[in-house]
């Protein structure tokens, strides 16, 4: 009889440990043994920080004030998207080739359903040993794996196991995993729902498994009581769905690629928001020509200082990845707002509508350069890639 435990548990969650710090860090001698905190600037939002910064509690979608606060010996860096895309795409690429059936949930977590796979790789935890190692071999990070027979369960089980390990739920261990939890740590329980549930008293997992199905419903709702009850004892029949997100994020991930940056200090001053919205086009379209898309619907948003805020959009002719086409939209929008005394703590710039590059039939107008913007966009981009990202850059925005 076999010693491993996973034969029965098709699905594997895996997760990138720390995946934005473990990036920026792996080629950084200097950064290895210190705390990290990756994203923010003096006044954005942590986007990753290493686990030395974990720590202290420092944490993904923490104001980066409160950070410093916590682990003022931190060293903060840039996220490198380009990077991380291209990091996410490889190891997206090693799950595919144990599986199609993958659904990608984000830049650094995936589910995959590997019953498929068993007869050629071995057993689920044998592939997820192997999906490890290959990971850590080709890009210098590591991952965390969740192997359990449904979805739910494995997406905690692959908690358990950060960083860096494996942690297989059998069937026959699914209640003594699950039922000691607190409610909040099921999937997809927000602390809305967790706070309703501790007010019922149902503080555990157990707890919510054992409260006989009807009077759940009579308290919650029938579809969540029913779901959550699903959930409990480990019993949701939700399926692998096959689907690919993009490295870059934001609203559709196929559809549209964004940025934006929080100021400093809040600024009415016209010249250092247009400033700013250059270098968020130049970011977002350099995205764009490397991912091979086009979009044709510009959108900025502007937050104020009391932290209200507001989006506009204009729809161009036709879809473009051209930095100062792009600009000059975000410019205009902005300038219609009439936003001259108001101070802005934020701004972003997205393309939406996107669509591959090579579909796009561009439409000379008479007396127009046969090379122009697009060609230099161009140029531009094959520089950085051999000097760097600071080698060829608009005059503005030198430092």
Request: net charge positive; charged share 25%.
């Amino acid at each position: 009889m076999s010693a491993d435990p996973s034969h029965s548990c098709p699905i594997l969650h895996v997760d990138m440990d720390a995946f934005y710090a473990s990036v920026a860090t792996r080629n950084r001698p200097d950064l290895q043994g210190v705390p990290v905190i990756v994203g923010g600037g003096y006044r954005g939002v942590v986007l990753s920080a290493n686990y030395l910064a974990r720590q202290y509690g420092v944490r993904s979608a923490m104001p980066s004030t409160r950070a410093r606060r916590l682990c003022p010996q931190a060293v903060v860096v840039a996220p490198d998207f380009e990077e991380l895309g291209r990091v996410s795409s490889s190891v997206m690429e090693n799950f595919r080739r144990v599986t199609p059936l993958v659904e990608v949930v984000s830049l650094d977590e995936a589910f995959l359903d590997v019953r498929g796979s068993t007869r050629r790789l071995g057993s689920p935890l044998e592939i997820a040993e192997q999906l490890r190692a290959t990971i850590h071999d080709e890009q210098g990070i590591t991952c965390s794996v969740g192997v359990a027979a449904s979805v739910s369960v494995a997406k905690l089980a692959s908690r358990r196991a950060k960083p860096d390990g494996v942690v297989v739920v059998p069937p026959e261990g699914i209640t003594s995993f699950l039922h000691p939890l607190d409610v909040g740590e099921l999937w997809g329980v927000g602390e809305k729902t967790q706070a309703m549930l501790h007010r019922l008293g149902l503080m555990t997992v157990g707890d919510l498994a054992h409260t006989p199905l009807r009077t759940l419903q009579r308290a919650v709702g029938a579809t969540l009581g029913s779901h959550l009850h699903e959930l409990a004892w480990g019993a949701d029949r939700r399926t692998i769905t096959p689907r690919n997100v993009s490295a870059f994020g934001g609203g559709d991930p196929d559809k549209s690629m964004g940025a934006q940056e929080t100021f400093g200090r809040d600024t009415d001053d016209r010249e250092v928001i247009a400033r700013e919205l250059l270098r968020l086009t130049t970011k977002v379209t350099g995205r764009m020509r490397v991912a091979g898309v086009a979009g044709r619907t510009v959108t900025i948003t502007v937050r104020f200082a009391d932290f209200t805020a507001i989006t506009r959009s204009r729809t161009l002719p036709e879809a473009t990845d051209v930095t100062l086409e792009i600009y000059r939209t975000a410019t205009r929008l902005y300038d219609a707002l009439g936003l001259q005394r108001a101070r802005l703590r934020l701004v972003g710039v997205r393309v939406e509508g996107l669509v591959p590059r090579e579909t796009v039939q561009r439409q000379l107008v008479l007396g127009e350069r046969e090379r122009g913007w697009s060609e230099a966009d161009r140029a531009v981009d094959r520089a950085t890639r051999r000097f760097g990202a600071a080698a060829v850059r608009p005059a503005s925005l030198l430092s």
